[in-house]
């Protein structure tokens, strides 16, 4: 079934509907209509965007979906590109319509692209909940949960871990080792246990999201279109079998689309992410290790490194058993990573790590050198 067919979607009205009572199960409210007032003076309808493709769009309108094309809001910054869950404002009339702007953005998920330029690719925008699905299928990558949630509260979204397929793991305590586990590496994060088959945590997950919209994230396999179903209702979204061997699926979902939920709220559904790349989420990764960032405030020194620096709260924690190797490793790791993409899109930080850089060189140097000389 198309998404656009499904009956949450409300079908086309005269033009004597109530503007708020339309766009209201999408998101609408006072502060996007004060925000859209200058367009509305110029006689453009606000409509938000629930499907991008192609140098077009889809808008939910007070009138219907229009289709628009976005030749004017197409920056050459891929980050100022329009997007799903995009505000819009709209021509009134025309054949083609075109989106002449968007709404400045409360919130966006950003990611690094694969490609060798590291691009950034926003993928939602106006979310809510970050909803990260996970599933109980094949081993848990704490390593892959922690890079979703690092984006996801860097976004400026709330986020929520959903363990799909809990069926398949009948021993109840082998289900809560494993939510245990998921919660040690989701600080302040909700995790929630799911089954399509037997309905379990799908009123739950219901309630959640009925308030604002959420995004489902994943990567193929991770059920996200099942839950997607479990949530509207109705088969809207096509499922196919993930493999035995691995658990992994193929890409169900190919574009993200925007749903409203028959319970309200609504609901942005998106492809499986091959590659979970951080953008600029130093931040979002703080939160995310947020005992290590407070461990990291006892340290004697300010600029410490948590290498093998005296009085260092970390290693103390480390050496203790308070804090996993496998966490700060993956902590490490990632302000590694997002240092290097924030190096490339900032020449002055850049330039402050090829110095920092130059400098530990030269005392490596010095050292090796010294040590020679005392050998001597």
Not at 184 to 213: C, H, K
Not at 328 to 356: F, G, H, P
């Amino acid at each position: 079934m198309s998404f656009s067919s499904f009956s949450a979607f409300p079908s086309s009205s005269s033009s004597q509907t109530s503007l708020p009572h339309a766009l209201a199960p999408f998101g609408w409210d006072d502060a996007w209509e004060a925000e859209f007032a200058p367009y509305a003076e110029q006689g453009l309808l606000p409509g938000r965007v629930v499907r991008v493709d192609r140098g077009q769009c889809d808008l939910m309108t007070a009138d219907g979906i229009v289709r628009a094309d976005t030749a004017f809001v197409t920056p050459h910054d891929p980050l100022r590109v329009i997007c799903t869950g995009d505000w819009a404002a709209v021509e009134a009339a025309g054949s083609p319509r075109y989106v002449k702007a968007y709404l400045p953005r409360r919130t966006a998920f950003v990611r690094s692209t694969s490609s060798q330029r590291s691009e950034g690719q926003i993928l939602a925008a106006n979310v809510d909940h970050a909803i990260i699905a996970v599933s109980l299928a094949v081993e848990l990558d704490l390593g892959r949960i922690e890079r979703f949630l690092a984006l996801a509260w860097e976004s400026g979204a709330q986020p929520l871990v959903v363990l799909t397929k809990a069926d398949l793991v009948p021993d109840r305590a082998t289900l809560g080792h494993l939510v245990e586990d998921v919660e040690a590496t989701a600080p302040g994060v909700q995790v929630l246990t799911v089954s399509s088959v037997t309905g379990e945590g799908t009123d739950v997950l219901a309630a959640i999201v009925g308030d604002g919209t959420s995004v489902l994230l994943g990567i193929s396999g991770a059920g996200k279109s099942t839950l997607a179903n479990a949530l509207l209702g109705a088969e809207v979204m096509e499922v196919q079998e993930a493999r035995e061997v691995d658990g992994k699926g193929r890409h169900t979902t190919t574009t993200r689309n925007l749903l409203a939920l028959p319970g309200g709220g609504v609901l942005i559904d998106t492809p499986g992410l091959r590659g979970v790349g951080l953008w600029d989420a130093e931040t979002g990764v703080g939160q995310v290790f947020s005992e290590i960032e407070e461990y990291a405030e006892r340290c004697r020194f300010h600029d410490c490194a948590h290498e093998a620096e005296p009085g260092c709260a970390v290693l103390a924690a480390l050496d203790s058993g308070e804090l996993a190797e496998r966490r700060l490793e993956s902590y490490r790791k990632l302000l590694r990573e997002n240092q290097r993409i924030v190096a490339k899109t900032d020449a002055r930080l850049r330039s402050e790590i090829r110095r920092d850089w130059r400098l530990k060189s030269a005392e490596g140097r010095a050292n090796y050198a010294a040590k020679r000389t005392g050998r001597a």
